[in-house]
């Protein structure tokens, strides 16, 4: 007997990891090797103490990085894709990811206090910065909507198909912020431009807070 009051459940379609999901994960733990604080053993106390300044910057990438993973992995996990356009869109989310890991370790490192560097060079940086993660997020937004194309061949429901949607709808969002802080930190406004430009992240929180609201919404029982 079924309890009709029950929300309705989205359907876990990728029990096993595949082969394309396993090397995402090799590729992920690269790119966290290539974070690390110090690829070399420190051979003195003051370098032990030079690369402990850099566990910040680490914890704080590693956080993003993992975010990223976080997408990807619910992804497989829901739709348990494994067709050429999903294989193709995963390699080159790795690329991007990849490409992506010194601009997102350095970006922290300057933010942080451990590096310094001219106000040119952190306008620039933070429009790489952008970039990358308007491409990552753009990228998992495409995987999406191929998952709601073949949404008849992996039986959704209704609601699934709206989650699917709302997931879009949240990568895109994100993607545009990353482009809108790329701008913002070109405006002739001095310092004010860093500060527009990394305030614009914040813009994450309303994004996944309108889809979490979405969804609950979804899987309110009628």
Known sequence: MTD??????????????????????????????????????PRSFDGLVAALRGIPSFGVSFAVLAWIWYAQFRFFRRYG???????????????VVLCYVYPLKFLYAVSLGGVAISDQDLRLLF????????????????????A????????????E?????????EQLGVASIGLLSAALVWLPVGQYAFFLAGFAYCLNGVVYSVGARRRRALLRPA
């Open 4 to 41: 009709e009051s029950a929300p309705p459940a989205i359907r876990e379609r990728g029990r096993d990891i595949s082969r394309v999901e396993g090397f995402a994960d090799c590729a992920f733990g690269f790119a966290v090797t290539l974070l690390v604080v110090s690829l070399d053993v």
């Open 81 to 95: 894709l494994e067709d050429t356009r999903t294989v193709l869109l995963t390699l080159l989310l790795l690329f």
């Open 127 to 146: 429009a790489i910065y952008g970039l990358g993660l308007a491409a990552t997020f753009a990228v998992m937004a495409l995987m999406h909507a191929n």
């Open 148 to 159: 709601y194309r073949q949404r008849d061949a992996l039986g959704m429901d209704q609601v």
């Open 161 to 169: 198909r709206a989650v699917t949607r709302v997931a879009v709808a």
